[in-house]
């Protein structure tokens, strides 16, 4: 058995630092010799650097559409293997991102991973109510984890994949990309600008029209319906918006226009949040609506988003004009970002503990849905 000791796992980490900082050197002294006038064909190659190694669990379609070619990107990790439910597809991947049929596991073949070095990082893509069994599975094979959003279908799975995480000496991160986008980031910093925020009315709305027989409109894989999926974005840049966890939320479920399909989840909710010092959200999901816009505004100034919440395409303007940013790979940004994280030992931006905040805030909304009464939030 080759189990990755501390040790083993800590000299990898070495050699891969040492070889960012070879490059960045090879960087610096290239750029100073250049300005000698010297003929910069003569300069040696850069080192490489060295990448973790990173498999993708759940070949659906944000795996297949948006991480996998975000993985040709990355910086800091490469694509090495999957896990998948199918071999035949297993190999299609292998063939296509040109891997090792080695790295190709099964849900049930994940503890295996312990035997392989070259694995770093396990990314569940699975539907909502695997995530907890999925990231459990790879803490426990003693890789780091980054886990989709929603981060389980309760808090209670939370804590055990945030324990499991923590006993394994791993890190856990959530797949909120959002935080690795250029406006988003224009939202958190204008937040804590005095001279525009802070931001006390927050609107959004998030959703689309859903059809076709999914695990998304079956509880025990979702966890819920557009809350779950779409109204967790809303969520997520109300916090953001206000730098702050909401103390209260309201809720009321539309009536369903579609019944026989979201027969055990909700078809659209309303809901508010009520933040210390004041601020509220009014927010809005739905899985027969197409709709995606956020909005905070204040005393002195607001930003407006719309679209708010897509891969690209962005359309943001503030209180003193529109926002221009160049295009962002956000998957690439997201996925390189705890890669830094992880190589820097530090706290990931994303981590578990904020997939758990937002479960409580969720479990909070449905609670207060089915309850009609406010509800009082608590995060411990
Ligand atoms: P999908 O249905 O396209 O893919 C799900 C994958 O899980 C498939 O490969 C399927 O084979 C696999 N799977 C394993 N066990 C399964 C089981 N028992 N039942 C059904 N599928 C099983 O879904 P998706 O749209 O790729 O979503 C996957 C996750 O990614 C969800 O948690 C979703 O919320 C999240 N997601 C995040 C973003 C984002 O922007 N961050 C975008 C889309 C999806």
């Not at 295009?327 to 758990?356: F, L, W, Y």
């Amino acid at each position: 058995m080759n189990h990755p000791t501390p040790h083993s796992l800590s000299r990898r980490k070495f050699i891969r630092n040492a070889s960012i900082a070879a490059s960045a050197s090879w960087a610096l002294g290239r750029r100073a010799w250049a300005a000698d006038g010297a003929p910069a064909l003569l300069m040696p190659a850069p080192p490489p650097i060295k990448k973790y190694g990173l498999v993708l669990a759940g070949l659906g379609s944000y795996a297949n559409g948006m991480l996998a070619p975000a993985l040709q990107e990355t910086q800091q990790c490469k694509l090495i293997g999957v896990v998948t439910r199918r071999p035949e597809v297993g190999a299609q991947w292998a063939k296509k991102y040109n891997f090792p049929e080695k790295n190709i596991y099964n849900y049930d073949t994940m503890a295996k991973m312990a035997d392989n070095p070259d694995i770093d990082i396990v990314y569940v893509v699975t539907p909502n109510g695997l995530h907890a069994e999925h990231v459990i599975a790879a803490a426990k094979a003693g890789k780091h984890v980054i886990c989709e959003k929603p981060m389980a279908n309760s808090v209670a799975d939370c804590d055990k994949m945030i324990s499991a995480c923590r006993d394994a000496k791993r890190t856990l991160s959530i797949g909120y990309r959002l935080h690795f986008d250029p406006y988003h980031r224009e939202l958190t910093r204008l937040a804590r600008d005095p001279g525009v925020g802070p931001f006390t009315k927050i609107s959004g709305e998030n959703g689309f029209t859903l059809n076709g027989d999914q695990w998304r409109i079956h509880h025990p894989l979702s966890g819920g319906g557009p809350l779950m999926d779409m109204g967790i974005y809303v969520v997520h840049a109300a916090c953001m918006a206000t730098n702050a966890n909401p103390i209260a939320v309201t809720a009321t479920e539309h009536p369903k226009t579609r019944p026989n399909i979201f027969v055990d989840v909700e078809e659209a909710l309303d809901w508010t949040m009520e933040f210390p010092g004041g601020a509220v959200a009014t927010c809005q999901t739905s899985y027969v609506k197409n709709y995606g816009h956020f909005r905070a505004e204040g005393a002195k100034g607001w930003i407006d988003f719309q679209p708010a919440f897509g891969y690209n395409g962005l359309k943001v303007t503030t209180s003193t004009g529109p926002l221009d940013f160049p295009p962002t790979n956000q998957q690439a940004k997201h996925m390189d970002g705890i890669c830094q994280s992880i190589a820097e030992g530090k706290a990931s931006i994303v981590p578990g503990e904020m997939g758990r905040r937002d479960m409580v805030i969720i479990e909070g909304i449905y609670a207060a849905a089915q309850s009609g009464k406010r509800v009082e939030l608590k995060y411990s």
